[in-house]
């Protein structure tokens, strides 16, 4: 798992049947410590039903049968899923998202 803002949306014209109706977005992390700072690649995430948007913050799972327990699909060909959007961030007492 890690906290990521979405960047940007992805649109597919051809979707495998287990992602009818799935909102592509990628993700980029972001640094605990420092919001404004984003860390690593770009990565591709779906949606998992909580309707995040351009300039969220998101708690991300990176595992694929983790992925297809949020969704609710057991056959889902996903690895990487949005599980919620974060509101704030505390570590060590300070407010830090």
């Known amino acids: 798992m890690f ?3 979405v960047i940007g949306n992805v649109w597919a014209t051809r979707k ?3 992602l009818k109706n799935a909102t592509l977005l990628l993700v980029k992390a972001v ?3 420092d919001k404004n700072k984003l860390t690593g690649e770009a990565t591709l995430a779906l949606d998992g039903h909580q309707g995040a ?3 969220d913050t998101v708690l991300i799972v990176d595992e694929g049968g ?4 949020i969704l609710k699909n ?9 599980a919620g959007i974060v509101d ?4 060590t007492g300070e ?3």
């Open 53 to 55: 948007g351009v300039g």
């Open 88 to 91: 704030t961030v505390h570590i």
């Open 95 to 97: 407010k830090t998202i």
């Open 66 to 69: 983790s992925a297809r327990k």
């Open 3 to 5: 906290i990521a803002k």
């Open 16 to 18: 495998h049947a287990g």
């Open 74 to 82: 057991s056959k889902a060909p996903v690895r990487t899923v949005i």
């Open 31 to 33: 640094d605990p410590l």
